[in-house]
């Protein structure tokens, strides 16, 4: 079902400014160190009345995520600290080691018709979501004929 | 403004073997025991699974995000509704004390090692 909601073959606008903007990274992606992405995974979706973002950020305190929009662009940002061995036992070894950890960034590009003032953002079983409004005006509406 | 939480009554994919996202690991172990952490972001705690069979330790969960009604994908990063992920576990571990725990998208599962594998100190003496 994401398949058909999500699919690939409908990346548009948003992916190709998306990428443009974080451009750095394809120049130098094993220096790093990440794939395409990075973290958190980002999936945009589109609404007649909103832009629905979701950032897949496991294991972050919500408080310490940073949400700005500024003149179109949204940023999310923050830090996931790594999980601290139980117990400082000098025994430890580390098997894998896959999560990430560190400082993040993410930036999208939001289409015009928003309104910078409706945006919302919630957190949820590791999920971000940050809704952001179309301006009222830029909303369709149907039209009474007299 | 929805909350629609599509399960898909008509795709009977479910069923079958479906591909899935891979979720990401840390292992890590103990003197008395593995823990594993696993990222599995927007799966609530009744869409996971974990089982273990004989030696395998198997994650599944599914995703499950509150979609708005008429929701268009314009860019997807994650385009699986589900993780999975197996493991084969060694025999010191004694797999019926398994724990698990699941906060924020990250599930913490702590294997310990059976009672006789626990180490010991031998004290050598000098002859």
Redesign the interface.
């Known amino acids: ?3 058909s ?4 073959d ?6 190709r400014l ?1 990428r443009e903007m974080g451009g750095l990274f394809d120049y130098s992606p094993a220096i790093r160190g990440l794939g ?2 990075g973290y ?9 009345t ?3 973002v ?1 950032a ?5 305190d919500p408080a310490t995520i940073e949400v700005n929009l500024d003149r179109g662009v949204l940023t999310i940002a923050g830090e996931r600290k790594r ?1 601290a ?3 400082s ?1 000098e ?10 950890a560190g400082r993040f960034r993410r930036v999208v590009s939001m289409p015009d018709d928003i309104d910078p003032a409706a945006v919302n953002a919630e ?5 971000l ?1 940050v ?1 952001v409004k179309r301006r009222e005006a830029a909303q369709p509406r149907r039209i009474e004929v007299q | ?1 929805n909350n629609v939480t ?1 399960t ?1 009554p008509e ?1 009977p994919t479910l069923a079958r073997q479906e591909a899935a996202l891979l979720p ?8 008395t025991g ?2 594993l ?1 696993a ?6 705690k009744d869409k996971l699974q974990l089982r273990v069979d004989n030696d395998q330790l198997m994650l599944e969960g599914e ?19 589900r993780y999975r992920r197996a493991f084969t576990l060694s025999k010191e571990l004694d797999a019926d004390k398994v724990s698990a725990e699941l ?4 599930l913490r599962v702590r294997i310990p090692k059976a009672a006789h594998a626990q ?1 010991r100190r031998v004290e050598v003496r000098v002859a």
């Open positions: 079902m994401y398949r909601l999500f699919s690939r409908l990346f548009s606008e948003l992916d998306q395409r992405g958190p995974a980002l999936n945009v979706g589109s609404t007649p909103a832009v629905e979701y897949f950020a496991p294991g972050i999980a061995p139980a117990g036992d025994k430890t070894t580390v098997h894998l080691d896959e999560r990430f957190y949820r079983d590791g999920v979501r809704t | 403004m599509r898909t795709n990401p690991v840390d292992v890590i172990e103990d003197s593995i823990t952490y990222d599995m972001p927007g799966v609530p995703i499950v995000l509150p979609l708005s009604q008429g929701l268009e994908s314009a860019h997807a990063e994650v385009s699986l509704s906060s924020q998208g990250v180490p």
